[in-house]
């Protein structure tokens, strides 16, 4: 049994995930127990895993050892700022991701956690490449990018797919409204004086986001991976409701938890200690009942002898 708050230890550097792919990578783990379970960090658009500070100390305090790595160009990964070569590049990015987490806890059962596009990075990922998610014991997703609070016309966004062909690489700057991420002034001061975030985006990210997100509520029965989706009802950045909808349409293996009153960021939000307690909760009891689950063919055969 994990004591409440117990010390943390902390690491950060680059560090290379694969040959010629460095990545900066953060960690969090309890310096003198054995983690329960092992989670890593998929961060959103123009953020990095430091940003995650708060959330990922209180988790490793309780017992789990939680690993971010900045994305290609973010953060202080290499790579240009917002630009990708194509959408199949962040799948990858994820991927390496969950890899190292597993290289260095192999026999610890393993979380994924992504925050706005990051939870588009996350539910795709497990949608489209399930033989390597099949490992995972859960994934949780907060604020997921599956559409825009205000989705533009459909002839918008087709305009701007067909100068995304054209330009992949030209980037826009996104507008900054740190009060639409959270309402604590304290987190909104930390995000305007951190170095390390950056509000670009290439044509390419933008539609492929877009389209991605759509993909994945449209094949959202497809999930074969237990995953709690949770998005604030404020939120004026991602929508709410295509949460509801990814989720009412993957069915029994997703559980939706809506937060009332909270916006963007919720490991930024006043709430953000209910919210770290209930993804604990969750986590908690995927693990158990994974450990069900694999007692069952024990049973079975004891009970046939």
Not at 21 to 30: A, E, I, L
């Amino acid at each position: 049994m994990h004591a409440y708050l117990s010390p943390v230890a902390t690491q950060s550097g680059l560090v290379e995930l694969e040959a010629g792919q460095k990545r900066f990578v953060h960690r969090w783990f309890p310096n003198c127990e054995t983690p329960w379970g092992a989670l890593t960090i998929i961060h959103g658009f123009g953020d990095h895993g430091g940003r995650f500070i708060g959330m990922a100390t209180t988790l490793a305090s309780l017992g789990l050892a939680v690993t971010a790595i900045d994305l290609v160009g973010h953060g202080r990964s290499p790579g240009r700022r917002g630009i990708i070569d194509s959408y199949e590049q962040l799948l990858d990015e994820v991927e390496r991701a969950v890899g190292h987490t597993q290289s260095l806890f192999p026999t610890t059962p393993h979380f994924l956690f992504g925050q706005s596009m990051g939870g588009n990075l996350v539910l795709n990922w497990l949608l489209r490449r399930q033989p390597e998610s099949m490992s995972l014991f859960g994934a949780i997703v907060g604020s997921p990018m599956l559409k825009a609070s205000r989705m533009p016309r459909e002839e918008i966004m087709n305009a701007g797919r067909w100068l995304a062909r054209r330009m992949p690489n030209l980037r826009i700057s996104t507008p900054l409204q740190v009060d639409r991420l959270s309402q604590d002034r304290r987190a909104q001061d930390v995000y305007l004086r951190d170095p390390w975030v950056h509000r670009c985006m290439s044509l390419r990210l933008a539609a492929s986001l877009i389209d991605s997100g759509l993909w994945a509520i449209e094949h959202a029965a497809r999930l074969n991976t237990p995953t709690l989706l949770m998005h604030g009802t404020e939120d004026s950045l991602t929508s709410p409701i295509g949460t509801k909808e990814f989720a009412e349409r993957a069915g029994a293996l997703a559980t939706h938890r809506p937060w009332v009153g909270c916006r963007h960021d919720l490991h930024d939000e006043p709430q953000r200690e209910r919210v770290f307690a209930y993804m604990t909760h969750w986590l908690k009891d995927r693990c158990l009942s994974a450990t069900r689950l694999a007692k069952r063919p024990a049973i079975s055969q004891s009970l046939a002898a």
